[in-house]
């Protein structure tokens, strides 16, 4: 299991100077880092804060921005990164209320602790807090606090706010929180708790630096790896990528994502739902300065997180020749990787906007009537063909209940595909409706899946379809699905029979 310790120590020293700098007897917020993780003067920062997004990825035109993953370092550092995150944002959309989560460098504590005593000033000018939002998560969430400690001296938050006084053109109101050394037990509660303001009207700024201290190349490997399981929307994907990493013994390699609490938080409120894609911006390490240490790095990664605002069916059809268009991709794919071990390229210039649309997919192999692999994607961060070039390798090679599939055997294998619509969660199993309905049970930290047309190939009953379920694929037991989370999905399918 991933060890969560508070680190307080382990901060990049150039770009980090602990200075005391008392609060003002004022309830605001008073700037505690100006001047050292960015311009303390007005118009140095303005000035720097221009050069930054000049630099920066430009405006992508993602559709309903809800959230950004970006560093928090010095700007001199992470500065560009961090615009980058920022210039996914509509500069001209009126958000109720930008959350903004980091972790807490100086004081240890379990939970979030809000800041409700008053407004955060920066060298640019005061930002209002949303005190309601701040004393109403308080009262109805053992895991919020209003302690101010936490924020007193704490550069997570501090350091974004500049840029979305700088993006945004239209008023700004924000709910500071810093989240405390937190397991994923309490950051799923924390995350539950702020999925409701997850939607058009808010934008959540979650604020974390990713690995610390490797070589640069070595820190290359893990950032991609950690970044590339956040973008999987699984919270149990991250967990394991950086228990892999941080037993991995590379060297000097102190953690893998810092700000580790404010990411789980965040994949807690989007998973399991497909409707929310998170799309890689741009990544750089400290390494990348001019002049800097290559030696002993930190990583920064911007990463966007896009809602799709629709709800229910599937957004799109698939026509005949699209559909064979993608069974004969998986066919290639797998003909090729079990050969080869590569996969095949694809021109998309010759495909139709909907194979090139973000879906998730299941694939699944049978052989002479079999079952011989089958896995899939909720999480719509891919375009739909790429997604079923790679379950089409993970149903060949990945299924642990088969071994791998052999190059002699593909001509004997039969290809589906299973197109899936949206996730919508489910309070009783009267809203679950057999042959049409996929679910997904949740419990903890255990999950399972069953596409829909498991009904129609087992013919099972609905309790039967969901203790099976319950307890072969989520491992919760038989009737764990009596107190499991429960989602439902529809699914596109065709096969080549």
Not at 24 to 32: G, I, L, M, V, Y
Not at 86 to 114: C, M, T, W
Not at 471 to 493: P, R
């Amino acid at each position: 299991m991933v060890t969560f310790k508070h680190m307080p120590l382990l901060v990049l020293l150039v770009f980090f100077v602990f200075v005391y700098a008392p609060q003002s007897r004022s309830e605001d917020r008073q700037p505690a880092v100006a001047g050292q993780f960015y311009p303390g003067k007005s118009d140095q920062l303005k000035q720097m804060l221009d050069e930054l997004f000049s630099r920066a990825v430009a405006h992508k035109n993602l559709p309903n921005v809800v959230a950004i993953i970006v560093p928090h370092a010095g700007y001199v550092y992470s500065g560009e990164v961090a615009a980058s995150g920022f210039n996914q944002i509509d500069p001209r959309k009126a958000y109720d209320n930008v959350f903004v989560l980091g972790p807490s460098h100086h004081v240890g504590f379990e939970g979030a602790a809000v800041y409700c005593t008053g407004n955060f000033i920066t060298p640019l000018g005061m930002v209002e807090v949303n005190r309601e939002i701040g004393e109403e998560l308080i009262k109805k969430n053992r895991m919020f606090t209003r302690r101010t400690d936490a924020h007193a001296y704490e550069h997570s938050l501090e350091v974004e706010i500049p840029f979305l006084q700088h993006r945004l053109k239209k008023h700004l109101r924000i709910v500071p929180i810093v989240l405390g050394a937190n397991g994923p037990e309490i950051c799923r509660k924390i995350g539950e708790a702020l999925r409701p303001f997850l939607n058009e009207k808010n934008l959540f700024v979650i604020s974390t630096d990713f690995s610390h201290y490797p070589k640069y190349n070595d820190a290359v490997t893990v950032d991609k790896a950690t970044a590339d399981a956040i973008v999987s929307n699984s919270p149990d994907n991250l967990m394991k990528t950086m228990q892999r990493y941080e037993q991995s013994g590379i060297p000097n390699l102190g953690t893998t994502l810092c700000g580790v609490s404010a990411v789980l938080t965040l994949l807690y409120m989007t998973s399991p739902s497909a409707d929310v894609t998170y799309h890689p911006i741009q990544y750089k390490n400290s390494g990348d300065v001019p002049g800097a240490d290559k030696e002993h790095v930190v990583g920064y990664h911007a990463i966007a997180v896009t809602k799709q605002m629709k709800s229910g069916k599937v957004s799109f059809e698939l026509g005949t020749k699209e559909k064979r268009a993608l069974l004969e991709i998986a066919r290639r794919t797998v003909e090729r990787y079990t050969r080869t071990r590569s996969v095949p390229e694809v021109d998309p210039t010759t495909l139709s906007e909907s194979l090139k649309t973000p879906c998730g997919a299941f694939v699944t192999l049978n052989k002479r009537g079999m079952l011989r692999g089958c896995i899939g994607r909720f999480d719509a961060s891919e375009p739909l063909y790429k997604v079923v070039q790679e379950m089409a390798v993970a149903a060949a090679t990945k299924d642990y209940r088969f071994k791998p599939v052999e190059e002699g055997e593909v001509k004997d294998l039969e290809i589906e595909i299973s197109v899936l619509t949206p996730m919508r969660k489910i309070s009783s199993i009267d809203e679950f409706q057999l042959g049409k309905h996929g679910i997904y049970l949740r419990k903890g930290f255990r999950s399972g899946t069953f596409l829909p047309q498991v009904a129609q190939e087992t013919g099972w009953t609905k309790e039967e379809f969901l203790g099976h379920c319950a307890q072969d694929k989520a491992g919760i037991g038989w009737e764990g699905w009596k107190d499991a989370e429960m989602y439902v999905y529809e699914a596109l399918v065709f096969g080549e029979k």
